[in-house]
């Protein structure tokens, strides 16, 4: 791929997502029933464009400013970050706020480290939420948010830290009892990074490595393999990674197509996930699936 057209396209990208951000310094995206996302989609965001490449310009530099204080004024009264205001604290959120902070220069909070801790089965699993009746799906263990709580707190715990080799070893035995499997996404190309990216924090502890299929279909899982595949093979171009720079628009996004699962409560982990219908939405705005392209392009090397 040559370069000029790879930093092209990453520029493309950047300028569709900093139009995109709100006055107030969120990213916005999605329409669930308690309204958009805020906090979850400005660290998912955020964190992408932390991890574009190169220092950030100053028009970046000053985009990630304003995340950082939009989610500063966001954390939940007890500590952590939930969807939006209107909903509780979570582990997926917290973790990814917990993320982008760090990579954002931003000292971690240890009452933030502690209600992400908080969500943490005494089995080692993550849950989403821990509210409500115990036999709530959204509390049970969640694969992909496993993965990204263990990733937010392994700096601060350490690879040897109880926690850390607890989480891990559930999501191994999940993976050897066939249960590694996505529960809020409809496809298993984003646990598939998220465990990836583990493994590479924490590269001796053997945290579990996962190949989805079917082939990625949707930009956003385009997105999520073409990374995969990068750094698991750094210098290969992959399929996935041609076939995802064609899809980008003019404007330097990515279209928007059903990617979030709603998973209906009733089900638990693992492939009860498909035998309950659940509902799909899209990120009508184009920031989730660009920022995932956009973190592609930069782990793609010329």
Known sequence: MPAPRLEASRARARRFLLDLQDPDGAWRDFDLPPGPADAWVTAFVGLSLTLAGGPPEARTRGALDRAAAYLGGARAPGGGWGYNRRCPADADSTALACLFLAAAGEAARPR????????????????????????????GGHPEVTATALRALLPHLGAGHGRIRAGLAWLGRAQDQGGLTAYWWPTDWYLALELERLAAGAPALGSPRLTPGPEPVTSFDLALAAELQSIRSP???????????????????????????LTDPRATAG??????ASRLFEDRGRSFVTAAALSATAAVKP
């Open 235 to 261: 210098g290969v171009r992959y399929g996935a990674f041609q076939r995802l720079l064609a899809r980008q628009s003019a404007d330097g996004s990515w279209p928007s197509e059903p990617i979030l699962r």
């Open 271 to 276: 492939h009860q996930t498909e035998a309950v």
């Open 112 to 139: 933030d480290l502690a209600v992400l801790a908080g969500f943490q089965h005494d089995d080692g699993a993550f849950a989403t939420y821990r509210f409500g009746d115990p036999a709530h799906g959204w509390r």
